[in-house]
């Protein structure tokens, strides 16, 4: 009898110590658990910034664009005041 009331003491010594482990476990798994949805949240945010910077980046090629095209076109009316210029010159 006594046997069983140590080897029932030592069971029940073992039983603590895996509920500790167990529950030690589960507060490292929800700590996981938060760590993983902040670094969650930090890629979506660093998604959206890059995906910002791209749309800006897309903008300013547009812009550098559009400027070469007027620079372009400020270059023909020059050529062509130039001509009318010549033109008149001869005339006079």
Not at 41 to 63: D, F, G, I, P, Y
Request: charged share 25%; proline share 0%; aromatic share 0%.
């Amino acid at each position: 009898m006594k046997a069983m009331e140590v080897q029932a003491a030592e069971l029940s010594a073992q039983n603590s110590a895996l509920a500790a482990t167990v529950g030690a476990q589960a507060a490292q798994i929800s700590g996981l658990s938060l760590k993983v949805e902040q670094q969650d949240v930090a890629l979506s945010a660093a998604q959206a910034e890059a995906a910002l910077a791209k749309e800006l980046a897309a903008s300013q090629q547009r812009v550098i664009l559009d400027q070469g095209n007027r620079l372009r076109l400020q270059e023909e009316v020059i050529e062509a005041l130039k001509g009318r210029l010549k033109d008149r010159v001869e005339e006079a």
